[in-house]
């Protein structure tokens, strides 16, 4: 199936069918853990030999920043603190719901009911609500930071062999 895929593919761009944009997202698509081309595939399709025979350095970047904003977006989504000996969500949802408790202990409420990522319910002061809020930008002020150092990092590569040796993996 797959040399099937390539094949047609192969045929596509040599007929104009297929652009080069729609070849550099799928090669993209792939490094980000989707259904895209893998590095031999994109090589097979455009019948270079090397990635600096179909990309520029510009591109390859684009292409590398694209899998870091992925990976730095899905992390967004699903990140987490400890807080009181369990597990809290600390996605864009869950900050949203703090600010709402954070309000309502604002304006004369003296416990905030919020549930755990793993189903518990915790009864939370209003010190408490600040401190887990506290916890979640300070996770999520991190997250940034590691995206902004990789995207630096990059943005500091000027070579193919440089940009084939970038890590994209992210610290724990």
Known sequence: MEAYVVSCLVDSYALGNVDRAALIKSYADN???????????????????ALSDFLSIDEYKDVLHSVLKVTMQRKRRT?????????FDANEDAQNNMMVLL?????????AYIRSANETTHAL?????NELSVLMLQAVQNLYATYWQLKDKLAKCTTFEELEEFDLSWPD
């Open 103 to 111: 309000k309502s202990l604002d304006l004369g409420g003296t416990t």
């Open 31 to 49: 490094l980000c853990g989707g259904n895209g081309l893998t590095k031999k595939q994109l090589l097979t399709v455009t019948k270079a030999k």
């Open 79 to 87: 990140i987490t603190v400890k807080y009181d000996n369990d597990v």
């Open 125 to 129: 002061t209003k010190d408490q609500c």
